[in-house]
């Protein structure tokens, strides 16, 4: 079974920094797209940022400037860093992942990581 953990999250003040880290795992022949989402209670999940194989990204205009996205291939790692921030960043932040499987045939479908709590306040 694939698994998408998360690990980094936790309480910083405003202006600070945190490193978010996303580890595959399982049987997987390779990944697509990953990104990261996040999801503030009584708002709708929402995408922060996205990285492709080749290292193309795109950022959600909230979060430009300040989120880094990048990957390790070889790891089958995702990592956000996260510069600057501010209360409004507060949420769950969850890992998303394109797996692809070719045991026992080529198969493609998406992973959630069980997401990691940011919490931005002094």
């Known amino acids: 079974q694939v698994r998408l953990v998360e690990s980094g999250g936790g309480l910083v003040q405003p202006g600070g920094s945190l490193r978010l880290s996303c580890a595959a795992s399982g049987s997987i022949f390779s990944i697509g797209t990953m990104a990261w989402y996040r999801q503030a209670p009584g708002h709708q999940r929402e995408l922060v940022a996205t990285i492709t194989s080749g290292g193309s990204t795109n950022y959600a205009d909230f979060v430009k400037g300040r989120f880094t996205i990048s990957r390790d291939n070889a790891k089958k790692m995702v990592y956000l860093q996260m510069n600057s921030l501010i209360p409004e960043d507060t949420a769950v932040y969850y890992c998303?992942?394109?797996?692809?499987?070719?045991?026992?045939?080529?198969?493609?479908?998406?992973?959630w990581g069980q997401g990691t709590q940011v919490t931005v306040s002094s």
């Open positions: 998303y992942g394109r797996i692809v499987r070719i045991i026992p045939t080529r198969t493609e479908y998406d992973v």
